[in-house]
């Protein structure tokens, strides 16, 4: 079946943290189709089996704090981040993940929804060259239930992302 016959139902309403990112998208001049899908998308494994395409085409919008600064790092779902790599991308010394609190404070949302855009604050970003290698990827459309897809290109752009190598060894 293909993801995008998978739309939403017209019955269910939209919620609030998927109209924040359609309009988001819109402003960015995306036009997004965001799919629900009930069983759930918090994890790249999640997505993946749902929209039935790879784990290397999700993308984990993964916040951590650089020196402190709220970063957000978009992963491959196939890929593990190397810390050193985003702290060194970013110019600093120190990186520890961002909890729950952190996450949704610096972007709006809950971990497993977060999407590439859209957050409370622009925060620096910087995108594993994998996901560039795709026609298509998907991204959290701001809960665990929800995604979109969208090209590499759109997503970098979108996110003024900058390509780093990332990935752990």
């Known amino acids: 079946m293909d993801p995008h016959d998978v739309a939403r139902s ?3 309403p939209e919620h609030p943290n998927s109209a924040v990112v359609r309009s988001a998208a819109a402003a960015l001049g995306l036009d997004v189709t965001i799919v629900t899908y009930p069983e759930g998308t918090r994890t790249a ?3 993946a089996a749902a929209i039935g395409c790879s784990v290397a085409q999700i993308v984990k919008s993964l916040i951590f704090l650089v020196d402190g600064v709220p970063t957000l790092a978009l992963v491959s779902g196939s890929n593990q981040l190397d810390e050193k790599k985003l702290a060194a991308a970013a110019g600093g010394a120190r990186t520890k993940r961002a909890d729950a609190d952190q996450v949704r404070e610096a972007t709006g949302f809950p971990i497993g ?3 590439p855009f859209g957050h409370r604050q622009t925060l620096p970003t910087y995108v594993d ?3 560039l290698g795709h026609d298509e990827v998907w991204a959290a459309g701001g809960t665990a239930h929800t995604v979109f897809a969208l090209s590499p290109q759109a997503l970098l752009g979108a996110t003024g992302g900058r390509a780093v ?5």
């Open 129 to 131: 060259p994998d996901l």
């Open 45 to 47: 494994d999640d997505a």
């Open 113 to 115: 929804g977060v999407p």
């Open 10 to 12: 017209n019955e269910q």
């Open 165 to 169: 190598e990332l990935r752990r060894a």
